[in-house]
């Protein structure tokens, strides 16, 4: 069974940082992209960052462009992003998700990450 | 940027009645088209990918339709764990997703 467990999130004030971890399990995380979506506190969903099988490729959204990382470590199973630089609108829940196919077949439960003074 | 756009934003339905929901692309994504189900406080679920094949473990009274810019989730026969939230996802620009700004389903 796949499992994808999020960890990392908490409170940070604007222009702070935090780092974003997905444990992955239940598949063989190398062969696979990943990716990471949020979803503001009652809105919809936000495409944020995606990453190749082997990391060597990796895609950002507008909206974080030059302020997050996303990496991964392939001998841990494990997805990471490094959120830098953070604003009030970055507030939201962050899930990783694995990808099969183009599409997110497998969800985490999600880590909360509120950027606020 | 693909912009996707569902109606309606609140739909009513009956358990045991047919719901429909539609998704409109901005532009062709062709079949590249998903659908993902979220009831509050859990994580997305995917249902349908490919406009129309259901994912693994998704009972057969969820369909998928269209191709292009327009596309319809249908549920045939509401049970009550379907309300909750359908977003549509298009995938023709992998990895750049666009998500539908989601329908709520509800209990009329």
């Known amino acids: 069974e796949v499992q994808l467990v999020e960890s990392g999130g908490g409170l940070v004030q604007p222009g702070g940082s935090l780092r974003l971890s997905c444990a992955a399990s239940g598949f063989t995380f190398s062969r696979f992209a990943m990716t990471w979506v949020r979803q503001a506190p009652g809105k919809g969903l936000e495409w944020v960052s995606a990453?190749?099988?082997?990391?060597?490729?990796?895609y950002y959204a507008d909206s974080v462009k030059g302020r997050f990382t996303i990496s991964r470590d392939n001998s841990k199973n494990t997805l990471y992003m490094q959120m830098n630089s953070l604003r009030a609108e970055d507030t939201a829940i962050y899930y990783c998700?694995?990808?099969?196919?183009?599409?997110?077949?497998?969800w985490g439960q999600g880590a909360l990450v509120t950027a606020s003074s | 940027e693909i912009v996707m756009t569902q109606s309606p934003a609140t739909l009513s339905v009956s358990p045991g009645e047919r719901a429909t929901l539609s998704c409109r692309a901005s532009?062709?994504?062709?079949?590249?088209l998903a659908w993902y189900q979220q009831k509050p406080g859990q994580a997305p679920r995917l249902l349908i990918y490919g406009a129309s094949t259901r994912a693994t473990g998704i009972p057969a009274r969820f369909s998928g339709s269209g191709s292009g810019t327009e596309f319809t989730l249908t549920i045939s026969s509401l049970q009550s764990e379907d309300f909750a939230v359908y977003y549509c996802?298009?995938?023709?620009?992998?990895?750049?997703?666009?998500f539908g700004q989601g329908t709520k389903l509800e209990i009329k």
């Open positions: 996802q298009q995938y023709n620009n992998w990895p750049l997703y666009t």
């Open positions: 532009q062709s994504v062709s079949s590249n």
């Open positions: 998700g694995k990808v099969e196919s183009y599409v997110v077949d497998s």
């Open positions: 990453i190749g099988p082997s990391g060597g490729t990796t």
